[in-house]
């Protein structure tokens, strides 16, 4: 549930478009849950990746990846 709770700050990052969090319905992957991000363009992606928000998530809750 903290999971759940935690990773929709991403959503706030401005150059963020769209946001989906989905379960993989796959039994052949080690993993249950995807996350869809769209962005503009590359620049956007790239201003994603190193946004502090971004970088705190990853920082505190990496354990989940």
Request: aromatic share 16%.
């Amino acid at each position: 549930k903290v999971f759940f709770e935690k990773i929709v700050i991403l959503k706030e990052i401005p150059v963020v478009k769209g946001f989906e969090l989905l379960k993989v319905r796959s039994g052949k992957m080690d993993y249950e849950y995807c996350l869809r991000l769209v962005f503009d363009d590359q620049a956007g992606a790239d201003i994603y990746s190193n946004h502090p928000i971004h970088n705190q998530y990853v920082k505190d809750e990496w354990t989940y990846w």
